[in-house]
């Protein structure tokens, strides 16, 4: 299958400073990708979906100038958690998609913040 | 309403047993597909299977299959003589399609936690 990746697969960081965190498409063009959240024990949330060269879409409830998303080619999305505090110490996965079936995941980031 | 509906937040299986992991699911949509993904420990998420909503057939991928009742909105796992590695989270998820061509983000239930013992 194709090949997801995200940088880095673990983050610490201080309250108040902002962590980027890369997804790539290895091996194929990602017109569109996801970046969900997972909390311990808990199930994945779609927090916005990003489409290469426009403005991403966010679920409800989730803040977009906190969670900044950038989309800036085909195989590259970022998201940047900006004044991060511990309540958004979380596993942030990415996913993409080429069309309307497939999605590959990445490897997730685990983000904690001190 | 939960669009995803795993009821099984936990099962313990005996080795080289069949499993099924139940999911119902809730949609308007008749343009919509059904996923399993295995979570280990290690936190990826790793694609089993899929059902889109017009196949006629039930998706099968070597032990693993889906047993889809489209009326009924169930899409359970099954997986056959079980092995100690499966031991994993088992998350159903749904992605509804638009008329337009695109697609949404999945939809996850809160999982089941597969536990195989020797």
Redesign the interface.
Known sequence: GAVVSQHPSRVICKSGTSVKIECRSLDFQATTMFWYRQFPKKSLMLMATSNEGSKATYEQGVEKDKFLINHASLTLSTLTVTSAHPEDSSFYICSASSGAYEQYFGPGTRLTVT | AQKITQTQPGMFVQEKEAVTLDCTYDTSDQSY?L?W?KQPS????I?LI?Q?SYDEQNATEGRYSLNFQKARKSANLVISASQLGDSAMY?C?M?E?DSG???????????THLIIQP
């Open positions: 597909g996923f993904y290690s936190g990826e998420m694609f899929y889109g998350f998820a992605r399609y061509g695109g697609a949404d983000g999945l939809t996850f239930g809160k999982g």
